[in-house]
């Protein structure tokens, strides 16, 4: 799932790539993507839906794109809001497409890339769900390999009084989050400090991938409870949680599987991780093999001897 650098980076692209373009049709061939901001519970998807999404959207201006969390929130003229969350393999792009029809019956059309390079020739760049149309000629394209993104439209009180974000904890890069308040945060936790790191509610924008990094720049044991944590471990923590995200923005991410820039490129934080996704390989740091194991559902890559759970 993309963390906090790669949909920063989507966003940062977006701002210089969208931004300022009006929005002059729509195109999908999945409209359970599309959720009605009223009725997320039950995530109910109605043909008078998809009609009054595409109807409404046509002709807005894209004014600025921010981030919340792994939410992309796209802001748009007439006080409306596009939130799209990512999930699991899910990524924008921005290039241009071409419908192909289907020349056997009850077989969906689907979007063929024509351009960049990149996008043409990467298969992950082209299970294409939705496209947006721009009065410049290019398009704004979300592909999502195995449909479980969403697009939420709404007002803009709708969208950002939805209680998805209203539950957030502060970002994890943000410079209001000081050490005092980490501190605060990660102490009143008594879950191991890998499931607390990649609780939203908690700090929100990291998850499997940056956690692992995190703690094993700390020399952290990612099954020591939180509350467990010295003074000096937090601190080592924090910082190392500063230093690894910005690292991992100004090198666009890490795609060691499906994430993709606005451009179809890869990141390039999958070439100096040193925990996440290195099972069996040795320890950077002292040539131990890292192990990876179990912990709530999710896996966390780990050096047993410099990661010792005391």
């Not at 009725?39 to 600025?64: C, P």
């Not at 298969?123 to 398009?139: A, E, K, S, T, W």
């Not at 410079?175 to 879950?191: A, M, S």
Request: glycine content about 6%; overall charge positive.
């Amino acid at each position: 799932m993309p963390e906090l650098p790669e949909v920063q980076t989507v966003v940062n692209d977006l701002n210089k790539r969208v931004a300022g373009r009006k929005i002059t049709g729509v195109w999908f061939d999945w409209p359970k993507m599309l959720k009605d901001p009223l009725d997320q519970q039950r995530n109910k998807i109605a043909h008078k839906h998809v009609e009054v999404f595409q109807k409404v959207i046509k002709g807005k201006k894209i004014l600025e794109v921010k981030r919340r969390a792994k939410n992309i929130l796209m802001y748009l003229s007439g006080n409306l809001v596009l939130l799209t969350h990512l999930k699991m393999t899910g990524h924008y792009l921005v290039g241009k497409w071409k419908i192909e029809r289907a020349k056997t019956r009850g077989v969906r059309p689907r979007a063929i890339p024509i351009s960049p390079p990149e996008m043409v020739n990467d298969p992950y760049n082209r299970y294409i769900h939705i496209i947006f149309y721009l009065d410049n000629g290019q398009q704004l394209a979300l592909s999502d390999l195995r449909k479980f993104a969403k697009a939420v439209l709404g007002t803009k009180e709708q969208i950002e009084n939805l209680p998805e974000l209203l539950k957030l904890g502060p970002e994890a890069n943000d410079p209001k989050l000081t050490l005092e308040k980490f501190k605060t945060l990660i102490l009143k936790e008594r879950r191991k400090i890998k499931q607390v790191l990649m609780d939203p509610e908690v700090i929100a924008g990291i998850g499997n991938i940056y956690s692992d990094e995190i703690l094993w720049q700390s020399r952290i044991h990612p099954f020591k409870p939180a509350n467990k944590l010295k003074d000096e471990e937090i601190k080592i923590m924090y910082l190392a949680m500063k230093i690894i995200l910005a690292k991992a923005l100004k090198l666009r991410g890490t795609s060691s599987s499906d994430y993709r820039d606005t451009a179809g490129k890869k990141g390039g934080y999958d070439k100096v991780l040193l925990a996440y996704d290195r099972e069996g390989e040795p320890c950077k740091r002292c040539g131990a093999k890292i192990v990876r194991k179990k912990i709530g559902g999710r896996s966390a890559h780990f050096c047993p001897r410099c990661q010792v759970l005391i």
